[in-house]
């Protein structure tokens, strides 16, 4: 088994910016690819970026993208959410999830095996 646990979230304008975390433990956090995805009141949720185990390939949904930066720190076991130019519209539980398997598509969130339990995110306008 493996835990995540999301922090970071908060309250913030229209146009501010929020780092999100995601911290790991239970098994070698460098085996997993990590996505962040995110889910409003009423909605389905949707991916938002992914990450390799390495670090070295990301990936970003259209709606976030220039605007997010992903990144993960494997000696600490953290993923990180930089996010930049919020907008109402960003307002969302943001959830970590890990994936073993390379292979899957990150994103589509059945790839994944584990998942934090979110961090409310909510932008003012």
């Known amino acids: 088994q493996v835990q995540l646990v999301e922090s970071g979230g908060g309250l913030v304008q229209a146009g501010g910016s929020l780092r999100l975390s995601c911290v790991a433990s239970?098994?070698?956090?460098?085996?997993?690819?990590m996505g962040w995805f995110r889910q409003a009141p009423g909605k389905e949720r949707e991916f938002v970026s992914g990450i390799s185990w390495s670090g070295s390939t990301t990936y970003y949904a259209d709606s976030v993208k220039g605007r997010f930066t992903i990144s993960r720190d494997n000696a600490k076991n953290t993923a990180y959410l930089h996010m930049n130019s919020l907008k109402p519209e960003d307002t969302a539980v943001y959830s970590c999830?890990?994936?073993?398997?390379?292979?899957?598509?990150?994103?589509?969130?059945?790839?994944?095996?584990?998942w934090g339990q979110g961090t409310q995110v909510t932008v003012s306008s």
């Open positions: 239970g098994r070698t956090f460098s085996n997993y690819d």
């Open positions: 999830a890990g994936k073993y398997q390379r292979y899957g598509r990150y994103s589509n969130s059945r790839s994944y095996d584990y």
